[in-house]
């Protein structure tokens, strides 16, 4: 090992020194590797922070007090038939009812829908959507469940 050290020490002179630290400062030699680990470990502590952030943010919300926070929240303990929630914003969007409202009210679910069946552009992706929808609508609003029973969440059974 110090026969090396002694050999290259040896061979190197203060000019060859000098050209090196000259050229790696000038940008004649591409040497981007110190830069590019510095940036990208930045970019990590950002994106961790952002995260965090984000989460935090989530979980010190408190109840909902915009109509697309109340639908999403109603929406989250309901088990979807694949497709019908996209159909049920579709319908929402098109009908210019709030989606909060299709989900509470089986009227306005009725209403919602059939006036949203009935428009004439893309009408076989329509008519598909239809039977989605009944299909969500009885499970939504499905009439023999007791009412001590949540709609939104079967599972959880309230005392009164």
Known sequence: ????????????????????????FSGATPDTFP????????????LLVLI??????QKANGPPNNIHKLARELSRGIPFPPGSRILLYWVSRSTHIPIAALLIS??????????????????????????????LKNILFDDHLPPAIDRANPNNVSST
């Open 106 to 135: 089986s009227e306005t679910f009725d209403a919602g829908v059939e006036s949203w069946s009935n428009q004439p552009t893309f009408t076989i992706a329509r008519e598909w959507g239809r039977h989605r929808l009944r299909k």
């Open 35 to 46: 830069r590019n680990a510095l940036l990208a470990t930045i970019a990590a502590v950002a």
């Open 1 to 24: 090992m110090n026969l090396w050290l002694y050999q290259l020490a040896s061979t190197l002179t203060f000019r060859d020194v000098q050209k090196s630290v000259h050229s790696r």
């Open 52 to 57: 965090l952030h984000l989460r935090q943010r």
